[in-house]
T-cell receptor
Framework: DSGVTQTPKHLITATGQRVTLRCSPR?????VYWYQQSLDQGLQFLIQ???????AKGNILERFSAQQFPDLHSELNLSSLELGDSALYFC???????????????FGPGTRLTVL | AQTVTQSQPEMSVQEAETVTLSCTYD???????LFWYKQPPSRQMILVIR????KQQNATENRFSVNFQKAAKSFSLKISDSQLGDAAMYFC????????????WGAGTKLIIKP
């Protein structure tokens, strides 16, 4: 158990809908990362938050947004969903943005999103 | 741009044997971090091992060890006494100042364990 929690584990929805994925980082970790992994694909970095502020952006679609709250949990919002958005969405956390153990990312179990 | 290359899409090994997964990366930095993560069929991403570039000593975690060749920019993972539970996708990742400490991921190597 990495200490990172994600809810829900599974989510089934229809095209055009909006969903919210939730992540709680490990105790003490300030950074949260979101990744997308389609079937049999590698990890695609979406976005990183550090202590409530956006730190880095990857290949995140405009239909997707995220935020990190004062208690450090994070939410990833996916809207106007398309079939191609079906994937496993991971959250990871690390202590800080750079240096030492800060760079080790610990992953949650993921949320499996199915868009029908 | 920083890249991480895993040239072996799939590898297989007999149970109890040793297997080495290769990873090369591209950077001009002298200090950075390298990681191996494992993704079993459950699809959980599990940290296997971590190497800091400034450390000469190769990292080891039980049956898992790395061969870190800094000049060659090579970071291979050796799994000794392979077990059925080692069957998974293995991803190599790089993080350094030039990537803003974001992890750059390889495409992965699927490891099959033959009983």
């Amino acid at each position: 158990d990495s200490g990172v929690t994600q809810t829900p584990k599974h989510l089934i929805t229809a095209t055009g809908q909006r969903v919210t994925l939730r992540c709680s980082p490990r105790s003490g970790d300030l950074s949260v990362y979101w990744y997308q992994q389609s079937l049999d694909q590698g990890l695609q970095f979406l976005i990183q938050y550090y202590n409530g502020e956006e730190r880095a952006k990857g290949n995140i679609l405009e239909r997707f947004s995220a935020q990190q709250f004062p208690d450090l949990h994070s939410e990833l919002n996916l809207s106007s969903l398309e079939l191609g958005d079906s994937a496993l969405y991971f959250c990871a956390s690390s202590p800080a943005t750079s240096g030492g153990d800060a760079d080790t990312q610990y992953f949650g179990p993921g949320t499996r999103l199915t868009v029908l | 741009a920083q890249t991480v290359t895993q040239s072996q899409p799939e590898m297989s090994v007999q149970e109890a044997e040793t297997v080495t997964l290769s990873c090369t990366y591209d950077t001009s930095e002298s200090d950075y971090y390298l990681f191996w993560y494992k993704q079993p069929p459950s699809r959980q991403m599990i940290l296997v091992i971590r190497q800091e570039a400034y450390k000469q000593q190769n990292a080891t975690e039980n049956r898992f060890s790395v061969n870190f060749q800094k000049a060659a920019k090579s970071f291979s993972l050796k799994i000794s006494d392979s077990q059925l539970g080692d069957a998974a996708m293995y991803f190599c990742a790089y993080g350094g100042w030039d990537s803003n400490y974001q992890l750059i991921w390889g495409a992965g190597t699927k490891l099959i364990i033959k009983p």
